[in-house]
């Protein structure tokens, strides 16, 4: 079982819509929780951060943790054509020297 | 100017050969890390190093080596390039455990 489950996706959303993505892990050490986003032939990117549980909010973006399930959450609002990307979760312990990446899920808005 | 860059963007070798792909960063940061991604897979740590006297292994590092000429140089050297070799390679900096800064990446096709 990998440390950190990501569905690939693909997903294809109308302009407008709210995109929903996803992740689980099995290591409970985890506190730091990323979202990269990554365009195609480009590097991955840091779109938000959270420490340890709960909810953050970066314009269009919401992050929520919840430790209890190990599971967080990316929401994009009202998307757009340029949001087409594909997005992977990361997270790390304390300690760690490395980030523990999910797979990816791949996202398409159409205008 | 980009902060990450990587060169080459695209390689074709064959099997067998030494290959070298090079990274340099102005973004003043000591912490450097060598990742590969492959469709499905996500994003594996290959090396990183912390300082210029520091190297170690990630998860992945059999059949990789690096070199960390300076504390804005590092470069990953594949001793004897074999076809699962054939990957997408970042090089990514940091100055935190968890926020990296990726360059725009190497595409490597090993025949």
């Known amino acids: 079982q990998k440390e950190v489950e990501q569905d690939p996706g693909p997903l294809s959303v109308p302009e407008g819509a709210i995109v929903s993505l996803n992740c689980t892990y099995s290591?409970?050490?985890?506190?730091?929780f990323m979202w990269y986003r990554q365009y195609s032939r480009k590097g991955p990117e840091l779109l938000m951060y959270?420490?340890?549980?709960g909810n953050k909010e970066d314009g269009r973006f919401t992050a929520q943790v919840d430790k209890s399930s190990k599971y967080i959450s990316l929401f994009i609002r009202d998307s757009q054509p340029s949001d087409s990307a594909t997005y992977l979760c990361?997270?790390?312990?304390?300690?760690?020297?490395?980030?523990?990446f999910g797979a990816g899920t791949t996202v398409t808005v159409r205008a | 100017d980009a902060d990450v860059t990587q060169t080459p963007r695209n390689r074709i070798t064959k099997t067998g050969k030494r290959i070298m792909l090079e990274c340099s960063q102005t973004?003043?940061?000591?912490?450097m890390y060598w990742y590969r991604q492959d469709p499905g897979l996500g994003l594996r740590l290959i090396y990183y190093?912390?300082?210029?006297?520091?190297?170690n292994k990630g998860e992945i590092s059999d059949g990789y080596s690096v070199s960390r000429q300076a504390q804005a140089k590092f470069s990953l050297s594949l001793e004897s390039a074999i076809p699962n070799q054939t990957a997408l390679y970042f090089c990514a900096t940091s100055d935190t455990n968890e926020k990296l800064f990726f360059g725009s990446g190497t595409q490597l096709s090993v025949l």
């Open positions: 959270t420490y340890s549980s």
């Open positions: 290591n409970s050490a985890f506190q730091y």
């Open positions: 990361a997270m790390s312990g304390t300690n760690d020297y490395k980030l523990s």
């Open positions: 973004k003043g940061h000591d912490r």
């Open positions: 190093s912390f300082d210029v006297k520091d190297i």
